[in-house]
């Protein structure tokens, strides 16, 4: 998205000024660890509470910021299951969800995401994909079964960039992710059990609404 248009959308969520989600944009910023950042962070507590989500699922979650999003949601008593193959991940999650009253709705798997999912039994309000971009197709195969009827499926960085938007093959770098992805945002918009768009915001955040 147009740089303008981005400071404007960031400009009007100043009022999120909680000192742990600011430590963790500041972490993000000063080791450019990919969190989704500002405009995706409360469009995820926008789409949680909007299905009355008290069980997500995130793959990919490094140090808890999109989770902290999942956990404002989820409410007391509700389960954000959190995945990540680095343990130090896991470590610094404790510490930022921990001080932000957070960690008490946070059950976090260590190892493949995509092999926690299969481990976790149950239905799921919501599952959020955010890992490698090769496993997204295995992610969405997984997860499209486990969603309750009313839930969602939320995948980021589905556009990302022209090679992610229209796959090249010619194009060495990032066509085996631009492929990937490709598939999964076709595997998606074909599956009629789901009504499903992309919202363009920074790299692409795919919706997609579980209908029968
Ligand atoms: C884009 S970052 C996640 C950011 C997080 N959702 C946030 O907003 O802060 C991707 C994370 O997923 C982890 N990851 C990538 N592929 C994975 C996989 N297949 N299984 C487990 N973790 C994975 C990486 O270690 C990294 O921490």
Not at 4 to 26: C, K, S
Not at 64 to 90: I, K
Not at 91 to 117: E, F, N, P, Q
Not at 171 to 195: F, K, S, T, W
Request: aromatic residues 8%.
């Amino acid at each position: 998205m147009s740089p303008q248009v981005e400071a404007y959308m960031t400009g009007l969520l100043g009022r999120h000024d909680e000192p742990v989600l600011l430590e963790m944009e500041a972490e993000a910023r000063s080791t450019g660890f990919p969190a989704v950042g500002r405009l995706v962070g409360p469009m995820l507590e926008l789409l949680a509470r909007a299905v009355g989500a008290r069980r997500v699922f995130e793959l990919g979650s490094g140090f808890g910021y999109s989770a902290y999003w999942f956990a404002r949601a989820v409410g007391p008593g509700g389960e954000v299951h959190c995945t990540d193959g680095d343990p130090g991940n896991e470590r610094k999650a404790a510490d930022y969800l921990g001080r932000a009253g957070l960690w008490d709705r946070i059950r976090y798997h260590v190892g493949d995401a995509v092999d926690s999912l299969r481990a976790v039994p149950g239905e799921l309000d919501l599952v959020f994909c955010d890992i490698d971009k090769a496993a997204y197709p295995r992610a969405w195969e997984l997860a499209r079964d486990r969603i309750r009827v009313g839930g969602l499926y939320v995948a980021d960085n589905v556009i990302r960039s022209s090679t992610m938007w229209v796959p090249d093959p010619s194009a060495a770098r990032g066509a085996a992710e631009a492929r990937a992805v490709d598939l999964h945002n076709r595997q998606i918009a074909e599956d009629d059990r789901y009504l499903s768009v992309i919202v363009p915001t920074r790299d692409g955040v795919l919706v997609a609404l579980r209908t029968s």
